[in-house]
């Protein structure tokens, strides 16, 4: 009995739901569903606002620089230098990496230097995040050019957000820090099992090219 009377008050509610059209039939409410838009890359909430247009700017400053190496040294060094050569599918393995730099710089002339750095060894490590973004640690162990930071997963390539070192093996500055030395750039895949890192080079106006090739680990350098 209780039921039945539950049932005949709540028509009239129901009733209350439906509206009228303009022919007179009974019509419902539009319900509008709105979705949320995705969240940014992580990298996005940990760039400072002044390193935006330094990364934005980086592919086009990088080209224009390609185009003013000269035939001759584009062939000898391949596609690392090529800003047009990144490929999908960067998965960047932890490990150890065979590393050299190559430092693109404005000459005389028109014509732009391509300056190649000793190799040494760069490292990639994985990180505690537990995210699907989370990023992978990069740090130049040996050589010169010493960057330390971390890239962060963004599509076809990475975001690396780091600093220089004052000297080799370390890590200790760390990106946001006071000073001078923070590096942004990116991490891309160019060729089987070979990865380079594009960032703005210390000297005004040149790019400097990190090419990234794993080693065996037997041939790692210790500690």
């Given at each position: ?6 049932a005949?008050?709540?028509?009239p509610m129901?009733a209350?739901c ?14 509008t569903?709105?979705e949320?838009?995705?969240p ?8 400072a606002?002044a390193?935006?247009?330094r990364l ?16 001759p040294?584009r062939?000898l060094q391949?596609a690392?230098?090529d800003?047009d050569a ?29 300056q ?5 060894f760069?490292y ?9 973004d989370?990023?992978l640690g ?8 010493i960057?330390?930071g971390?890239?962060?997963p963004d599509?076809?390539?990475?975001v690396?957000l ?6 080799a ?15 942004v750039?990116m991490v ?10 594009a960032?703005?080079g210390a000297?005004?106006?040149?790019v ?9 680990a037997e041939?790692q350098p210790?500690g």
């Open positions: 009995m209780h039921r039945l009377a539950f005949m008050l709540a028509l129901l209350g439906q509206t009228q059209t303009g022919t007179g039939a009974v019509g419902i409410h539009p319900i569903l709105v949320m838009p995705p940014p890359p992580l990298w996005r909430t940990r760039i606002d390193d935006m247009p934005e700017s980086l592919p086009t400053h990088w080209r224009q620089l390609y185009d003013g190496v000269r035939a040294v062939r391949g690392v230098l800003p990144g490929q999908p599918h960067p998965a960047l393995p932890p490990g150890s990496y065979r590393c050299r730099t190559l430092h693109l710089k404005p000459g005389p002339a028109g014509r732009v230097l391509v190649p750095s000793p190799a040494g760069c990639i490590s994985a990180t505690d995040e537990q995210k699907d989370a990023p990069l740090a130049k162990q040996t050589g010169t050019d960057v330390a971390y890239v962060f599509g076809k390539r990475y690396f780091g600093a220089r070192q004052s000297k093996g370390a890590n200790d500055i760390g990106y946001g820090n006071p000073g001078a030395r923070d590096v750039g891309e895949r160019f060729g089987t099992f070979r990865w380079r890192l960032v703005p000297l005004p106006g040149s400097d090219v990190y090419e990234l090739t794993p080693v065996p041939v210790k």
